[in-house]
T-cell receptor
C-alpha cells in the first residue's frame, strides 16, 4: 500500500514548455486534489476532483488543467510554463466524506526558468 | 476576514516548554476541524482532529470554541522533534467542499 505517489519528484522547465504531473493513489479514495505551496502563502488549491471523470476549479486554477480519467489517477498539466509557476506541488486524496483525513503525496518541486 | 487565520510565528521555545497555537475561522457553520503537521520540505500529515468537546493525544491537546470561532493546539513538554509547521485546517463550507488550510505556524524547539 503505497498511499499517494507523485511523479516526478523534481523538474526544471524553461518558460513556455509543457509538462504533466502525475498523482496516483491506491486507497480507493473518491476525492483528489492538487495544491501548490509557496513561501509565506501556505497551501493553495489549484483543482480538485470528487470522482472519476469530474473536475472542479480551486482557488488558483489559471494556467493549469487537470484530468481524472481513472479513479486512482489525477493529472495536472501545465500547457505553457511561466516562472510564476515555480512552486512545490502536492497532490492529496480523501474518502468521500470531506471530514476525513487528507493523505498527501511527497510533492513535486518545479522550477521554471 | 480570511477564511482561516494563524499566527505565522516563528515560535522559538526551549525543550520542555508548553506552547499554544490559535487559529480563527470565518464561517460559523464550519463542521470539521483539524491540525496538520508539516516538516521542512515534506508533505503535511494529520496530527489530530478537533472535536467540540476537546481532545487530547499524549502531549497534544486540541480545543474548539465555536462561539468565538477559534481552534487551539497546546503542546506540553516540547521535544526537539516537535519542530515543524502546524497547519490549522477547516471544512469552511457545508457539504463535500474542499478543506481550507491556514498558512501555518512555525515552531522551533531549542535544546
Amino acid at each position: 500500500n503505497a498511499g499517494v505517489t507523485q511523479t516526478p519528484k523534481f523538474r526544471v522547465l524553461k518558460t513556455g514548455q509543457s509538462m504533466t504531473l502525475l498523482c496516483a493513489q491506491d486507497m480507493n479514495h473518491e476525492y483528489m486534489y492538487w495544491y501548490r505551496q509557496d513561501p509565506g502563502m501556505g497551501l493553495r488549491l489549484i483543482h480538485y476532483s470528487v470522482g472519476e471523470g469530474t473536475t472542479a476549479k480551486g482557488e488558483v486554477p489559471d494556467g493549469y488543467n487537470v484530468s481524472r480519467l481513472k479513479k486512482q489517477n489525477f493529472l495536472l498539466g501545465l500547457e505553457s510554463a511561466a516562472p510564476s509557476q515555480t512552486s512545490v506541488y502536492f497532490c492529496a486524496s480523501t474518502r468521500r466524506d470531506s471530514g476525513s483525513e487528507q493523505y498527501f503525496g511527497p510533492g513535486t518541486r518545479l522550477t521554471v526558468t | 476576514r480570511k477564511e482561516v487565520e494563524q499566527d505565522p510565528g516563528p515560535f522559538n521555545v526551549p525543550e520542555g516548554a508548553t506552547v499554544a497555537f490559535n487559529c480563527t475561522y470565518s464561517n460559523s457553520a464550519s463542521q470539521s476541524f483539524f491540525w496538520y503537521r508539516q516538516d521542512c520540505r515534506k508533505e503535511p500529515k494529520l496530527l489530530m482532529s478537533v472535536y467540540s468537546s476537546g481532545n487530547e493525544d499524549g502531549r497534544f491537546t486540541a480545543q474548539l470554541n465555536r462561539a468565538s470561532q477559534y481552534i487551539s493546539l497546546l503542546i506540553r513538554d516540547s521535544k526537539l522533534s516537535d519542530s515543524a509547521t502546524y497547519l490549522c485546517v477547516v471544512n469552511i463550507y457545508s457539504g463535500n467542499t474542499p478543506l481550507v488550510f491556514g498558512k501555518g505556524t512555525r515552531l522551533s524547539v531549542i535544546a
